[in-house]
């Protein structure tokens, strides 16, 4: 069993760094990372591991019920201790993707409901990969630039969003981040908006976050046409 809630490592962490940089401690924000069964597990941990690196900040993993769930590979299991019910007021949410939140962005489910309720009275609503079509069934891209996994554009502007292909895209208080990995990324411009430049390059710093991929078609733009068609059809 994978257990996320443990932050003791990280919160040590926090309040070093935060003493380091003579922190003035503040309200603590609250960041709700939503989970469910079959995600994609790095959409979720890559956010996890840099805001629980965030000084003042109360991470929590939050789900439509308590117990274990497992992921889309089916090897992975998070326990989950806290339910939407008891999260009704969160400062930040996160939510991840996976292939099948093409099935759960629809009315009354859960999750979505979740997220319309809290978003009015969030700082900050945020996604990575396909949780974003959980934002757009929620009402929260209408009208706004978003991103997603390129393979979901067009799926994420049935919901009047105006699908882009930048990495992390900010509108107002609503923060998407594009495919799995660029929740990393995500998380850290998240990181910029809540405790300043400084502190999320420290973060950065700290997880040694230094993409230097060994080939470079991470993006439909710069992969080969028939690495594009490959992946199509595999996720059709």
């Known amino acids: 069993m994978v257990d996320l809630q443990d932050r003791t490592g990280s919160a040590r962490f926090g309040i070093q ?3 380091k940089l003579d922190w003035k401690e503040s309200a603590v924000t609250q960041i709700a990372i939503a989970l469910y069964p ?4 790095l959409d979720a941990v890559g956010p996890y591991q840099v805001l629980t690196w965030l000084p003042d900040a109360d991470v929590v993993l939050v789900g439509a019920d308590r117990g274990p769930l497992v992921d889309d590979k089916g090897l992975l299991r998070v326990e989950i201790e806290h339910t939407f019910d008891e999260v ?5 949410i996160v939510v991840p993707g996976g292939f099948i939140t093409r099935s759960m962005a629809v009315p009354g ?3 979505v409901e979740w997220v319309r309720a809290v978003h009015p009275g969030t700082t900050w609503t945020t996604s990575v990969c396909t949780g974003a079509l959980i934002l757009g069934a929620a009402g929260v891209l209408d009208g706004l630039d978003a991103t997603t996994h390129w393979i979901a554009y067009d799926e994420l502007s049935r919901f009047g969003a105006h699908p882009t292909e ?3 895209v900010v509108r107002g208080k609503v923060i998407t ?3 799995v990995s660029a929740g990393i990324d995500m998380a850290l411009r998240l990181v910029i908006e809540l405790a300043g430049v400084e502190v999320a390059q420290a973060i950065q710093l700290g997880l040694e976050y230094d ?3 060994p080939v470079d078609a991470g993006a439909p733009s710069k992969a080969p046409p028939e690495i594009k068609a490959l992946v199509e059809a595999i996720n059709s």
């Open 17 to 19: 760094f935060a003493a």
């Open 38 to 41: 079959e995600m994609t597990m």
């Open 88 to 92: 009704s007021a969160p400062d930040v």
């Open 109 to 111: 489910d859960p999750l």
């Open 166 to 168: 930048e990495r992390v």
């Open 177 to 179: 981040g594009a495919g």
């Open 211 to 213: 993409p230097q991929p």
